[in-house]
């Protein structure tokens, strides 16, 4: 019998939760173990590497954990670290392990929600300027055009608890009218960040009608769920007594208030040294 352990879930901060729920919610049975790297988040202004070194350190900690699989839940460690921590490092590292994406499940379904041909992307300026998105749902719909906006004051805006205030309101009506002139027939619109879902409200008020808004929490959860049935060899090696534990690398209470609202449940922490633990 191989060894049993919790599904680990990565995210620069707290953002990842609104995956996790998604995920806890159509997987209740398997035990999860999140971590919010929230010393050096927010990650979407900083560079390639930064970003690449930084996640591979928590990969790293999740397979000292025993995590045979594990989910970069954050847009920006997908668009900047997932392919070489794949690629380069998985094999050396721990070849018969997994980590896995946001960005390949949502590019690999996005198509079906449009009629124009048009989606638009709201994202972190590290993940538009990647290019992840465009590039990854050109090789599922190659005919689609992929408009991109970044957001850079939206992160800041839901992390200071200001989403239902005139500042938010602002910002996104001004993010809005950019990528809506940039595309005007767009027909879908992405929340490719973890905080964006945060602002739904305020998004769907400035958002032109019919036009649809996908969040990527339910694509993420039911992708795993996919994933999983067809890997019963990664299945085998996943415990099952539905237990959630979360770590991060900040202040426990700091990470434990904004991760009880990005999770919808209460949630307690530990605090991690990254630096310590991970040889
Ligand atoms: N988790 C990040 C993402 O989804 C947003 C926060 C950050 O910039 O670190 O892109």
């Not at 668009?79 to 499940?105: E, S």
């Not at 994933?227 to 007594?241: D, M, T, V």
């Amino acid at each position: 019998m191989p060894q049993r352990n919790p599904i680990g879930i990565f995210d620069s901060g707290y953002g990842g939760l609104t995956v996790m729920k998604e995920i806890v919610h159509q997987l209740p049975q398997y035990d999860y173990l999140y971590l919010g790297d929230s010393a050096r988040s927010p990650y979407g202004n900083r560079s390639f590497d930064t970003v690449y070194q930084y996640t591979l350190q928590c990969v790293k900690w999740f397979f000292d954990q025993g995590c045979s699989l594990v989910i970069l839940a954050c847009n920006t460690a997908s668009a900047k670290a997932l392919r070489t921590i794949q690629q380069n490092d998985l094999p050396k590292l721990a070849p018969d392990n997994r980590v896995l994406g946001v960005i390949r499940p949502t590019a690999e379904i996005i198509g079906q929600f449009s009629e124009t041909g048009k989606v638009g992307v709201l994202a972190t300026n590290g993940t538009v300027a990647s290019e992840s998105y465009p590039m990854e749902i050109g090789k599922f719909f190659p005919e689609l055009t992929v408009i991109q906006e970044a957001c850079p004051m939206w992160v800041p805006l839901v992390e200071n608890n200001e989403q239902q205030s005139k500042g938010a309101e602002y910002f996104v009506k001004k993010n809005l009218e950019n990528i809506f002139e940039k595309g005007e027939d767009i027909d879908v619109i992405l929340l490719a960040c973890t905080h964006y879902p945060l602002l739904k409200e305020t998004i769907e008020e400035y958002l032109p009608v019919g036009v649809k808004l996908l969040s990527q929490g339910e694509i993420v959860a039911e992708s795993l769920a996919d994933y999983l049935q067809r890997h019963p060899e990664i299945e085998g090696r996943c415990s099952k007594e539905g237990r959630h534990s979360f770590y991060t690398t900040d202040s426990t209470t700091d990470f434990d208030q904004h991760a009880t609202v990005f999770f919808g449940q209460e949630v307690q922490s530990k605090h991690v040294d990254l630096d310590a633990a991970v040889k």
